[in-house]
């Protein structure tokens, strides 16, 4: 047993880390491979879109429009990395014409996340901070001053400040230079990066704990209020108490809101200072599960993995305890949390309380 162990990448550092990937089709390599030639044979020639703009479709059906200059950067990337695809970023929620997009999130099937993101737009926008991001800076802004991007938790860029948008992104005018450059920094998650990005999901169940407890202070101080001058024998019992003229309370209404008031300050102490434990649980692409123990001091702790993990090469080989808990939450929705057993965060990630 070691300490904890700590994440690879922050993903907090980099918020498009967190874009969660749908549930999509598993295809094997060969249907990856078919799909890339099918795909590199599409749409060779001008169309009459105006402004000029590119169609293409993913592997979930999507049609996606965009920036030429960003369809010859997909185009490039298909070739060298088959087993990609893409998606729009988080808050691009349209496909269409009116929504040209300049910026795709790339992933691979099967990963929980997104593995970074490509670009063509305005590099101006790489010295804001993540707060002001503005996507619909694309490849028609007026300044000009455009370029191929690539962004990844992975990328350390020392000509930006850490805070900004632009520590994360590498450049470059060449198509080319920059899809070798995505495919050294696009890199599918470790299963502990995943975990740690995924703490808030099971965090919620503790915090949600707690801010009931504390929700019964306010109902009891809403039945204070409310009761026949039960404020005013309360004061006037505990001045009682405490200057000594008695060591009793009397009033039975009194009595039991005094009981009442502990054993809510017991029950919110009590879930305050908890220990938080779970296993992150994960089926990685390949097949194989990989469990990791995380315990946070309490609910306002970070939670911390306290071992590597521990990967089981299939279905067969892994304990019938996390296989049992696990199906039992498929059978519930997504975040739908389950006492003594755990949440299901999506189709390849659980947090069990083993």
């Given at each position: 047993m070691i300490d904890h162990v700590d994440p690879k990448i922050n993903t907090a550092d980099y918020p498009h880390a967190k874009f969660f990937i749908p549930n999509?089709?598993?295809?094997?390599?060969?249907?990856?491979?078919?799909?890339?030639?099918?795909?590199?044979?599409?749409?060779?020639?001008e169309n009459t879109l105006t402004p000029p703009a590119r169609i293409f479709t993913n592997g979930s059906g999507d049609e996606i429009y965009c920036t030429p200059e960003l369809f010859d950067l997909v185009v490039t990337l298909k070739a060298h990395m088959h087993d990609i695809d893409f998606l729009l970023p988080p808050g691009r929620a349209t496909t269409n014409i009116t929504g040209l997009v300049c910026a795709l999130s790339v992933f691979r099937t099967g990963d929980l996340f997104a593995m970074g993101e490509v670009a063509y737009c305005a590099t101006e926008s790489l010295t804001s901070d993540w707060g002001s991001y503005n996507r619909t800076r694309f490849a028609y802004h007026e300044d000009g001053n455009l370029a191929y991007m690539v962004g990844s938790p992975y990328i350390e860029n020392g000509r930006y400040k850490v805070d900004s948008r632009g520590y994360s992104f590498k450049t470059s005018a060449d198509v080319g230079k920059i899809a070798k450059i995505a495919k050294k920094f696009l890199r599918s998650y470790s299963p502990i990066d995943c975990g740690y990005a995924l703490?808030?999901?099971?965090?919620?169940?503790?915090?949600?704990?707690?801010?009931?407890?504390?929700?019964?202070?306010?109902?009891?101080?809403?039945?204070?209020?409310?009761?026949?001058?039960?404020?005013?024998?309360?004061?006037?019992?505990?001045?009682?108490?405490?200057?000594?003229?008695?060591?009793?309370?009397?009033?039975?209404?009194?009595?039991?809101?005094?009981?009442?008031?502990?054993?809510?300050i017991d029950e919110f102490n009590a879930c305050r200072g908890r220990e938080v434990n779970a296993t992150f649980v994960m089926l990685a692409r390949n097949g194989s599960i990989v469990t990791i123990p995380f315990k946070a001091e309490n609910c306002s702790s970070p939670m911390r993995a306290t071992q590597n993990p521990t990967v089981y090469e299939s279905t067969d080989a892994a304990p019938e305890t996390i296989l049992s808990a696990a199906a039992t939450l498929d059978m519930l929705e997504a975040k739908e949390y389950l006492p003594e057993v755990g949440i299901r965060v999506s189709d390849r990630a659980y947090w069990l309380e083993l």
């Open positions: 999509l089709v598993a295809r094997n390599k060969g249907e990856y491979e078919k799909i890339a030639e099918n795909f590199l044979a599409r749409h060779s020639g703490t808030e999901e099971y965090k919620k169940i503790p915090t949600a704990e707690l801010m009931t407890t504390r929700k019964k202070f306010t109902d009891l101080e809403l039945q204070m209020r409310q009761g026949s001058g039960l404020r005013h024998r309360i004061v006037c019992t505990l001045s009682d108490i405490v200057s000594g003229v008695t060591n009793t309370v009397s009033d039975s209404e009194v009595a039991q809101y005094v009981s009442d008031y502990k054993q809510v």
